[in-house]
C-alpha cells in the first residue's frame, strides 16, 4: 500500500491550473497492457473530467501506471474531488471487467507553476514509452494521446526529443 503523499493546501487545488498527474496500480500490476482496459479507463476518467470540469491535455497509460496532463477549466475546479472521481469511476469500471483492484492508494501530484512549461511535461509523459524502452518513437506508443490537442499538435510540442537516438 502506498503511505499517503503530502498535499498542497485545499486552495492550491482550485481553479484554472495545470497539473502533472501520475496514478499506479495496485501493488504495479500490469493493467494497461490491452487496448480494452485502456480504453475502458480512459474513458471513466474522461467521465469525470467532463462532471468536474477537467480537460486531459495528454496522456500515457505505461503498463503498471498512467500519466495524466489536466486543466481545471473553471475557477471553481478541485483537482481533489476530480482525481477522486477519476479513480472510483475508473477502478468501479475495471473490478468488473478484471476483478480486481485497480489502483493503489493515494496519487502523485504536481501543480504547473507560471514559469514551468506545458510543452515540457508533455514532453515528459509522451516520452516516457521512449525510455522505458517500448518503442523508438512517441507516435508509435498505442496508449497516449490528448483530449484537447490533436497528434500533430502533439507532435510539435515534443519536436525532434520524441525519439529515441
Known amino acids: ?15 484554472r491550473c495545470r497539473y502533472s498527474l501520475t496514478l499506479c496500480t495496485s501493488g504495479r500490476h500490469k493493467a494497461f497492457i490491452d487496448k ?3 480504453t475502458l479507463t480512459l474513458s471513466q476518467i474522461l467521465r469525470a473530467g467532463k462532471e468536474h470540469r ?3 491535455i495528454a496522456y500515457c497509460f505505461m503498463p503498471d501506471h498512467v500519466h ?6 473553471a475557477p471553481h475546479c478541485n483537482l481533489e474531488r476530480y482525481v477522486h472521481a477519476a479513480k472510483q469511476f475508473s477502478g468501479f469500471a475495471y473490478a468488473r471487467h478484471a476483478e480486481r483492484r485497480l489502483w493503489q492508494h493515494s496519487y502523485f501530484d504536481h501543480a504547473l507553476r507560471g514559469n514551468e512549461s506545458t510543452q ?6 509522451l516520452e516516457n514509452p521512449i525510455r522505458a524502452g517500448l518503442v523508438r518513437i512517441v507516435d508509435e506508443y498505442p496508449f497516449s494521446g490528448s483530449e484537447t ?13 520524441g525519439q529515441r537516438p
Open 1 to 15: 500500500m502506498c503511505p499517503r503523499r503530502p498535499r498542497l493546501t485545499e486552495q492550491q487545488y482550485l481553479g
Open 36 to 38: 480494452d482496459a485502456v
Open 54 to 56: 477537467f480537460a486531459l
Open 68 to 73: 495524466l496532463l489536466v486543466e481545471g477549466c
Open 120 to 125: 515540457r511535461a508533455v514532453r515528459y509523459i
Open 149 to 161: 490537442l490533436t497528434w500533430k499538435e502533439l507532435l510539435e510540442l515534443v519536436g525532434s526529443s
